[in-house]
């Protein structure tokens, strides 16, 4: 079976930095993605990690250890329009991808 | 460029009702997966559809179905519909079948069952 596990919510202010942590222990292994999904929308793609290694794109930034089963997103110089739900999601196959229950990130002026 | 599209938006039945929900991949996108998701839950593999063949199917009851067209769209077909299956109904679509590919959601289609 897929284990995905993320905090449920995380609460910060304006123009700070957040990290999300997602743990994972899964059948398979291709790579990891992150995903936003504001209330209401579709998820919409951030990051995908392959290697270990950390990987940079603008004010987000996404890491992956996979000998540790563990990936992070830090969402630097938070903005209110950050306000969203932050999924994780393994892709362990060749045909889908295994969510965690999302983290719920408020941001707070 | 036009997105993956859903219809309809929102959809309220009734208990035992069937319902059929429509999916629009990006053009020249081969490969269409259906999820459900659950109010404050992340979404759950329903099929994936590749060249409109059923490739992959995740832990849902045979009152589930769904099919590919020529064209690649896709419907999702649910019989004998419970309160449970009450969810966000999201379509997601991919140029290949291959992991590592990104998937590219719809908007949803928000069902309701009463």
């Known amino acids: 079976g897929q284990n995905i596990d993320q905090p449920t919510e995380m609460t910060a202010t304006e123009g700070a930095i957040v990290q999300i942590n997602c743990t994972y222990q899964?059948?398979?292994?291709?790579?990891l993605f992150w995903y936003q999904q504001h209330a209401g929308e579709a998820p919409t793609f951030l990051s995908y990690?392959?290697?270990?290694g950390l990987e940079e794109k603008g004010r987000f930034s996404s890491f992956l250890s996979r000998s540790k089963g563990y990936s992070y997103l830090l969402l630097k110089e938070l903005q209110m329009k950050d306000s969203a739900s932050y999924l994780c999601?393994?892709?362990?196959?060749?045909?889908?991808?295994?969510f965690g229950a999302g983290t719920t990130v408020t941001v707070r002026a | 460029d036009a997105g993956v599209t859903q219809s309809p938006t929102h959809l309220i039945k009734t208990r035992g009702q069937h319902v059929t929900l429509r999916c629009s991949p990006i053009?020249?996108?081969?490969?269409v997966s259906w999820y459900q998701q659950v109010l404050g839950q992340g979404p759950q593999f329903i099929f994936q559809?590749?060249?409109?063949?059923?490739?992959g199917r995740g832990n849902f009851p045979d009152r589930f179905s769904a099919r590919q067209f020529p064209n690649y769209s896709s419907e999702l077909n649910v019989n004998a519909l419970l309160l449970g299956d009450s969810a966000l109904y999201l379509c997601?679509?991919?140029?290949?079948?291959?992991?590592?590919?990104?998937?590219?959601f719809g908007q949803g289609t928000r069902l309701t069952v009463v």
């Open positions: 053009s020249g996108h081969k490969s």
């Open positions: 999601a393994v892709d362990s196959n060749d045909y889908k991808l295994s």
């Open positions: 997601a679509s991919s140029p290949t079948r291959g992991g590592g590919t990104e998937a590219f």
């Open positions: 559809y590749y060249e409109k063949e059923e490739r």
């Open positions: 899964t059948s398979g292994f291709n790579g």
């Open positions: 990690n392959v290697l270990d």
